[in-house]
């Protein structure tokens, strides 16, 4: 007789605060378009393509909230781009906080998927 454990979401749910922490992190740099002396459409339009990223990470979040494995194989697929990318443009400090962290993002969720489907297996 194998008995149920209870699923721990702890990990999922620290997966889903730290995307919400980077989203909110990433949106502080599309504030740099109001100080580029646009006019008002000009920013808008400045401010939408600034902020691309911060949607991408939030329909990222949406899907993952239900399908762990989503956000775990497209967060670390973007940290690998992101990585790629960024080698020649930017710091390596720069690349290992938010390429880490959107590592750490997709292992976080691999391993809540990975729990959760054990328990329902046992």
Known sequence: ?????????AIVWIARVLTI???????????DVFSEGYGFWQTVLALIMHLIPTFLVIVLLVLSWHWEWIGG?????????????AINRLHWIAIAIIGGTMLLMGVLYLVGWFQKKQTLVH
């Open 21 to 31: 922490v980077f989203a909110a992190f990433i949106t502080m740099f599309a504030a």
């Open 73 to 85: 194989i497209a967060f670390c697929a973007l940290a690998v781009v992101y990585a790629i990318v």
């Open 1 to 9: 007789m194998t008995t149920i454990k209870p699923h721990t979401p």
